[in-house]
Nanobody, 122 residues
Framework: QVQLVESGGGLVQAGGSLRLSCAASGRIFSINAMGWYRQAPGKQRELVASITRGGSENYADSVKGRFTISRDNAKNTVYLQMNSLKPEDTAVYYC????????????????WGQGTQVTVSS
């Protein structure tokens, strides 16, 4: 089994910062892309940022210049540094990972964390 466990969410004032972490554990041979998504009440889940195993980053336009995604391949962990937070960043943040459980897996599988709440007050 594979688990993704997020941490670091919370309540912060507008302009503040938070750092989210997501650690993958269990039966993992290798991890391809990892990413962060968010879902606000009444809205669809949307991509916030993603990062390949080699470190190539991709960001939603709404967070460019404010958020930074990074990963530690040795720890199977992805991070999201969120600066200059705005009330519209309020959402449940989910991490995901495309990974191969074993060396014999024919293709990668996508796993999700349980989500962590981020609330930004004005």
């Amino acid at each position: 089994q594979v688990q993704l466990v997020e941490s670091g969410g919370g309540l912060v004032q507008a302009g503040g910062s938070l750092r989210l972490s997501c650690a993958a554990s269990g039966r993992i041979f290798s991890i391809n892309a990892m990413g962060w998504y968010r879902q606000a009440p009444g809205k669809q889940r949307e991509l916030v940022a993603s990062i390949t195993r080699g470190g190539s980053e991709n960001y939603a336009d709404s967070v460019k210049g404010r958020f930074t995604i990074s990963r530690d391949n040795a720890k199977n962990t992805v991070y999201l540094q969120m600066n200059s937070l705005k009330p519209e960043d309020t959402a449940v943040y989910y991490c995901n990972a495309d990974l191969f459980p074993t060396r014999h897996s024919p293709s990668y599988l996508t796993y999700w964390g349980q989500g962590t709440q981020v609330t930004v007050s004005s």
